[in-house]
Nanobody, 114 residues
Framework: QVQLVESGGGLVQPGGSLRLSCAAS????????MGWYRQAPGKQREWVAT???????SYLDSVKGRFTISRDTAKNTVYLQMNSLKPEDTAVYFC????????WGQGTQVTVSS
């Protein structure tokens, strides 16, 4: 059974930082590209960042220079370090694994507010 379990969300003031984690089980982690997506209230889910099985990274333009995606193969975990957070970063953040299959976590809430 495949499980992706996110953690690390919470309430933070503008300019603050959070580190999200996504622990994967039931997949051969090192073979999968891992990504983070987010969905704000009333909006569609959008892609935020990806790290490939080869450790190449890519980012949504609005988070470049502020967010960093990384992975630890020994721990089957992907991370999203988020710095200089803005209110518009408020969303539920989801972890994704794929392709060839497409797996999702349950999401973790990030709220940026003073």
């Amino acid at each position: 059974q495949v499980q992706l379990v996110e953690s690390g969300g919470g309430l933070v003031q503008p300019g603050g930082s959070l580190r999200l984690s996504c622990a994967a089980s039931g997949i051969i982690f090192r073979f999968y590209n891992m990504g983070w997506y987010r969905q704000a209230p009333g909006k569609q889910r959008e892609w935020v960042a990806t790290i490939t099985s080869g450790f190449s990274t890519s980012y949504l333009d609005s988070v470049k220079g502020r967010f960093t995606i990384s992975r630890d193969t020994a721990k089957n975990t992907v991370y999203l370090q988020m710095n200089s957070l803005k209110p518009e970063d408020t969303a539920v953040y989801f972890c994704n694994a794929g392709p060839p299959n497409d797996y999702w976590g349950q999401g973790t809430q990030v709220t940026v507010s003073s």
